[in-house]
């Protein structure tokens, strides 16, 4: 092998790796969520937790999404497991949909330690970008098997209004 293939083999690993980068921050970037821990998140003592890794400031998380759209309206579809419907607060604000949470652990109820703590816990906040005006008013939102889908009707023309929507 010549030393002209290897740069170019170096060259097209490159360019995959940051081309498939680039795909993922461009189509997954707004799901990459921070929880910020408080004292109602309710996570064990550092001392009960093996895990080197877990820092409970430093807790992150995906949401995964999907936004849909026909001729009536947007559903937003967001998958945020282990979670109480009471727990959300979803509003429009302008042209984004903001969804703030609080993920609580949950203890077992026998002695023992955590070997792995990998999931997110605390409050977070997602927004999203909604691609044409709603009716914000006539907005529903539904919370099962862990996904959060909001329905918010098209709006033939917007103004701007902040919104709170309930979650049934």
Request: hydrophobic letters at 35%.
């Amino acid at each position: 092998m010549k030393m002209h293939d290897i740069k170019h083999g170096l060259g097209s690993l490159k360019d995959t790796v940051t081309e498939g980068f680039h795909r993922l921050r461009e189509s997954a970037g707004g799901a990459l969520t921070r929880f910020r821990a408080g004292e109602s998140a309710n996570l064990p003592a550092r001392g009960d937790i093996d895990d080197a890794g877990f820092l409970p400031s430093q807790s992150w998380a995906m949401l995964g999404g999907d936004v849909f759209e026909d001729d009536r309206r947007l559903v937003v579809r967001l998958e945020v497991p282990g979670m109480d419907k009471k727990n959300f607060d979803v509003e429009v604000i302008g042209d984004t949909l903001h969804v703030r949470g609080e993920k609580r652990f949950e203890r077992e109820s026998t002695e023992g330690r955590w070997r792995t703590l990998q999931c997110a816990y605390g409050s977070f906040q997602r927004r999203v970008s909604l691609p044409v005006p709603v009716k914000s008013d006539q907005a529903r939102a539904i919370y099962r098997d862990g996904v959060l889908k909001i329905e918010l009707p098209k709006a033939a023309e917007a103004k701007p209004r902040n919104v709170t929507i309930h979650v049934g």
